[in-house]
């Protein structure tokens, strides 16, 4: 297991990572010009955490099963797939592993997901691993509720026994969220009140798929436009309005997504900052209302 606390190149990759992805998403004063009217084709969808649909995670544990909903996607076909999983506090589950690699963001409560043998490392909201499908772990939770966003790029998500256990050539990341690495939108002076990046996995650059996490300061309020042709956000920490012709609520674990070109208006609370996760087939670009 890859640990960022200890393993420098690791972090390194994270801190070159903005460096690496100048030009892929950028802060622009509300002055610049940016379209505000999608084109016809496009589809937008927003879906608060209370509109989820629960079901079992692995059937065949029963009632020990962790209870997953499906964000996007379909876990039992072969499309990009996000769901939120939820471990009841105490959960540790038994050595396996999957026939699929998926990535995943920490939502509340502390999660653990490492070798059997290794020493606990309790991620809290906002930590971010991988887990490469072959590869024998477990995962355990602590907490009153426990929840974490999961994706895979093809499905079936499948949980099988570790005697099935190969190597797929790919290692596990663990950063904590106290180790992910925030940096000024590219071309933007520095603040330190201001919007920042983190970039966690794929090449930023074109039309491939990426992932990034926003974060944004308490009482922001602005538009996030989408011009790839895929779009999709969890919130992962503080309270979210989507803005519009009917303004909605949305708690950790909410979601919102578009596909081809389209604009989001969205505002967070006034009372603490606010986290986003991102997963985009293209570019986005962030505004601020307040500049």
Known sequence: MIRIATNIRALLTFALAPIVAAGYTSLRAASDSIATHPTAESAYKVVSVSEVNWEQLNPARGDKSPQAGTLWGDRNGTVPTGFLAKFVDGFSSPPHI?????RAVVISGLIHNDDPDAADMWMPSGSFWTQPKGEVHITAAKGDVNV????ID???????PPEEAFDSGERPINVD????????PPGMPTSANGPKLAYLWGNPQGVQSNGTCVKLPAGFTGKIHSSGSTFRAVVIKG????????????EPGSYFS???EWVHQI????GAESIIYVRTEGKYELTS???
Request: hydrophobic share 40%.
């Open 98 to 102: 999957h026939n699929a690699t998926y």
């Open 148 to 151: 974490a966003l999961v994706e």
């Open 154 to 160: 093809r499905g079936p998500y499948l949980v099988l």
């Open 177 to 184: 969220a106290s180790n992910v690495v925030w940096a000024d």
């Open 239 to 250: 309270q979210f309005k989507y803005l519009g012709a009917n303004v909605k609520t949305l």
């Open 258 to 260: 578009s596909e081809g």
């Open 267 to 270: 505002s967070s609370n006034a």
């Open 289 to 291: 209302s307040q500049e």
